[in-house]
């Protein structure tokens, strides 16, 4: 075994390169954007919701284990 068997052909290396090349790009144009805002006055709309349902099973557990879901 010699100390460059594990070494990979230059093709190999150069698509890598090319791949991290790419990566770090994409990575530098997300770290540039600037940050979602925070301020309640630019999100106007309301925002409804969701409702919880409760089945009538869940309705019998929580009783036998004294829950109470009502």
Request: zero cysteines; proline letters at 7%.
């Amino acid at each position: 075994m010699t100390p460059y068997e594990e070494i990979a052909t230059p093709a190999d290396l150069h698509a890598d390169f090319m791949a991290v090349n790419r990566e770090l790009a994409r990575a530098a144009v997300k770290a540039t954007r600037p940050a979602p805002s925070i301020h309640f006055d630019e999100f106007p709309r309301e925002v409804a919701k969701r409702d919880i349902a409760i089945s009538a099973a869940a309705q019998r557990l929580a009783n036998a284990l004294h829950l109470h879901l009502d």
